[in-house]
């Protein structure tokens, strides 16, 4: 790779040859997580029935809240340094992997059109021939099948061939009903999107009115 190169972030310690990470305590994170667990089956049972009930649930929310981002900011003071790092090794070996891999495209393309053709060549002098035994034709009889076995020969290489269908495009008015699949993602933007008390008029779709409930820490 050259020089070697070096990267100093929070944490980490990056080289050509070596990476040091250092790992902050989380001696108390197997305490933290029994209590969690513990509690959860608990918090499963809430019921809300009044007002007071809200109050509770609501506190009990915000305590759950912070805890978790707690745990995140603790999780990340690991995790951080090492996606920096990950990154960081990853920008080196990313224009050599970019070159090889638009190389590897243009090869696997180019053979898999002459393997369509060859697959295309073989149909049509099968085919040829089928007409050459049928009119008794026993000269292009014999070359359409030298051309159908020269066709079916596997070129000789490495590489492996397999046979699929693609689609190439689409008609969606002449399209069964079954593949029409609806766009829920986008019915979902525009439920979010809408306002008002009445919900949004869409043919064949129900939309159902929910509170999105914010943990403030």
């Known amino acids: 790779m050259g020089r070697a190169r070096h990267c100093k972030v929070a944490g980490v310690h990056v080289t050509d040859t070596t990476l040091t990470i250092a790992i902050p305590g989380v001696h108390n994170l197997a305490e933290l997580q029994r209590e969690a667990e513990e509690n959860a089956p608990a918090y499963a049972l809430v019921t809300i029935e009044d007002a007071n009930d ?3 649930a609501d506190a009990l929310l915000t305590d759950v809240a912070q805890r978790k981002a707690d745990v995140l900011a603790m999780r990340k003071s690991a ?20 070159a090889l891999e638009a190389s590897e495209a243009a090869l ?4 898999g059109q002459y393997r369509i053709a060859l697959e295309k060549r073989e149909r049509e002098a099968r085919e040829l021939a089928a007409k050459a035994a049928e009119t008794h034709d026993a000269e ?9 076995s020269e066709a079916a020969t596997k070129p000789a290489g490495r590489a492996t061939a397999r046979y699929v269908w693609a689609v190439e495009s689409c008609n969606p008015p002449a399209m069964s009903r079954e593949f029409l699949v609806p766009d829920v993602s986008r019915l979902e933007a525009l439920a979010r999107a809408h306002k008002g008390d009445d919900p949004p008029i869409v043919p064949g779709v129900v939309f ?5 409930i914010g943990a403030r820490k």
């Open 140 to 148: 292009a009889l014999v070359t359409a099948l030298t051309v159908a």
């Open 54 to 56: 809200y109050t509770l």
């Open 108 to 111: 696997k393309r180019v053979m």
């Open 79 to 98: 995790t951080g340094p090492m996606y920096t790092a990950a990154k960081t090794v990853e920008a080196w070996f990313k224009p050599l992997l970019t």
């Open 208 to 212: 159902v009115r929910r509170a999105i």
